[in-house]
């Protein structure tokens, strides 16, 4: 999801039913040799007939290519690095709702289709 396409989900979730909570936090990854790749993830709340609903957008650069360094010694595993991209990104978007019975967030199965909000 693109951050016009983002902005866009935002506006509607806002007048439709009004957000309750909105946030960023810091998203990383590490591969084997202690490379940090940096991402963000944003954050919003907001009830609506199904419930309390979670959506959460991280982005991170792109992962062009993981690079495998081999040990030749028995029992030597291969360790990763991530050549990631300067310029180009992903977007992941998740949608959780809040089960009263357990106090947490639960990950919506979007397996049958798409959610519209």
Same mark, same amino acid.
């Given at each position: 999801?693109? %951050?016009?396409?983002?902005?866009?989900?935002?506006?509607? =979730?806002? +007048?439709?039913?009004? =957000?309750?909570?909105?946030? *960023?936090?810091?998203? %990383?990854?590490?591969?084997?040799?202690?490379?940090?790749?940096?991402?963000? !993830?944003?954050?919003?709340?907001? %009830? %609506?007939?199904?419930?309390?609903?979670?959506?959460? +957008?991280?982005?991170?650069?792109?992962?062009?290519?993981?690079?495998?360094?081999?040990?030749?010694?028995?029992?030597?595993?291969?360790?990763?690095?991530? =050549?990631?991209?300067?310029?180009?990104? *992903?977007?992941?978007? +998740?949608?959780?709702?809040?089960? !009263?019975? *357990?106090?947490?967030? !639960?990950?919506?199965? *979007?397996?049958?289709?798409? =959610?519209?909000?």
């Amino acid at each position: 999801m693109n %951050n016009e396409k983002w902005q866009d989900t935002l506006d509607n =979730i806002s +007048r439709s039913f009004g =957000i309750e909570e909105k946030f *960023t936090e810091e998203d %990383n990854i590490e591969d084997d040799f202690g490379n940090q790749v940096k991402g963000v !993830k944003e954050v919003v709340i907001f %009830n %609506n007939p199904i419930g309390k609903i979670r959506l959460e +957008r991280t982005k991170r650069p792109l992962i062009e290519d993981k690079k495998m360094h081999y040990h030749k010694g028995a029992g030597g595993v291969a360790k990763v690095e991530f =050549i990631v991209s300067d310029t180009e990104f *992903t977007y992941k978007l +998740r949608a959780f709702v809040w089960d !009263k019975d *357990t106090d947490e967030w !639960k990950e919506l199965d *979007t397996k049958a289709g798409p =959610i519209s909000f």
